[in-house]
């Protein structure tokens, strides 16, 4: 329980709320933390507010027992200008998340429209959609300096398809440019990857999305989709070899439990084994069942722990390593206490950017701050879905559905 305290009390090592200030009106970038420097008690007490709340139970020590002197306020208003043109760059960072996905969703909706326009055997479609992966190879590689955001998105069980097939095309590019691959495979990859599902379309919506365990005969009906998939794009003079190779060949394993069965893991090329990786993840992360969503570090976790001998492991070590230790989407708890998303990873993976949960704070407002340098924390542990409240998964908003994207930085 939070306990009314004098500003001329405090202390380094309490851990004080603001929240009864706006948050506008002091010099920090959140509402709560603990006391690291007598600067910040300054800046506490700069605010003009005669006392705030502490949390006993996050403290290092009690109050003090007699005031203070107050210092001088005029290095706090430096503060609060330093904060001010410090949140204009923060907005600046946020609003280019936001255009982001904005683009996504633009492009998932021309997927959608393309990819119905193949499955109706219009080879105009065909070709846009090769168009529009080469696309996405050249907006999402172009710069030195990758990072993958998490993007909320939602989408219907007619949609599941076409996100889907991009998230795997966009995050199968950027495996690809991990492990080296040259332009022109970059390009097979790209539309591969768009299209390493279309056969599911062929296969019936109450089979598809059937919630319970599918009967063994609707199971083989679902494991007949990479066949479907190249009967469908067959017909198309466009399409080369390696694109269907991909189609065919992203459910082969090191194992029995692949398919088509009859074809060595061996034999099959670079390409397939990339989307092998990346589509089991992306399902792993994106389920459509609630219940058996697994957070980004969860599946990173299934992908070593129970899925590595059944993959290419040199090219999953490469995954691993690019989505780093907190990949995108992941929820933790950081040395300060306070429960934070991770956005994007930057130059030091393990100081991601995060949005800090503040109940202080409007969702609408809360920026992205980059651990380690727009506020003095680190990531303290993974937590899953089940230990936020319902307040906290509502403001962090851990997805329905996760994206994949460039941050793009010039040189």
């Known amino acids: 329980m939070l306990k ?15 929240k009864d200030i706006p948050w506008f009106k002091h010099s920090f970038f959140r ?36 005031d203070a002197k107050v210092k001088p306020v005029s290095k706090t208003v430096n503060r609060r200008d330093i904060k001010k043109k410090k949140s204009s760059e923060l907005r600046k960072r946020k609003d280019a998340y936001i255009n982001t996905e904005k683009k996504f969703l633009s492009s998932a909706k021309q997927a959608n ?52 097939s991009l998230n795997v095309s966009i995050l199968s590019c950027m495996l690809g440019r991990e492990v080296g691959i040259n332009d022109s495979d970059m390009h097979t990859l790209a539309f591969g990857a768009l299209m390493h599902d279309i056969g599911k379309a062929k296969i019936p919506k109450k089979i598809l999305y059937k919630p319970s365990v599918l009967t063994k005969p609707e199971l083989e009906m679902v494991k007949r989709h990479p066949l479907y998939g ?56 994106n389920h459509r069942v609630v219940e058996k969503v697994l957070t980004p570090h969860q599946a990173l976790a299934n992908l070593y722990k129970s899925n590595a001998k059944l993959l290419d492991e040199k090219i999953l070590a ?37 949005i800090i949960y503040d109940q202080n704070i409007p969702k609408n407002e809360a920026m ?16 899953s879905r089940k230990d936020l409240t ?16 460039v941050d793009s930085k010039s040189n």
């Open 113 to 164: 429209r393309i990819m119905r326009g193949v499955l109706n055997g219009q080879i105009s479609f065909c070709e846009e959609a090769q168009e529009m992966a080469h696309e996405f190879a050249s907006f999402f590689l172009k710069d030195i300096h990758t990072t993958l955001n998490l993007i909320n998105l939602s989408a219907s069980d007619d949609e599941a398809l076409y996100f889907h």
């Open 318 to 354: 490469h995954f691993i390593r690019m989505l780093g230790v907190y990949p995108p989407g992941s929820l933790c708890e950081l040395d300060s206490g306070e429960i934070a998303m991770v956005v994007s990873i930057g130059d030091n993976p393990l100081l991601p950017d995060v």
């Open 368 to 383: 992205i701050l980059r651990l380690g340098a727009d506020i003095d924390s680190k990531v303290e542990r993974i937590v």
């Open 4 to 18: 009314k305290v004098s500003v001329k009390r405090l202390k380094v090592g309490l851990h004080i709320h603001l």
């Open 31 to 66: 509402s709560n933390f603990k006391i690291k420097k007598s600067q910040e008690i300054d800046e506490v007490q700069g605010i003009g507010c005669e006392y705030v709340y502490y949390d006993p139970q996050r403290s290092d020590c009690e109050p003090l027992q007699v």
């Open 230 to 285: 190249v009967g469908l794009l067959s017909g198309m003079k466009s399409v080369n070899k390696d694109v269907m190779k991909i189609i065919y060949h992203h459910h082969v394993r090191n194992g029995p439990s692949g398919y088509p069965e009859g074809i060595s893991f061996k034999s099959i090329g670079l390409l397939p084994k990339i989307v092998a990786i990346v589509d089991l993840y992306d399902n792993l992360i």
């Open 390 to 405: 319902e307040d906290q998964l509502q403001y962090l908003s851990p997805k329905s559905k996760i994206g994949y994207y």
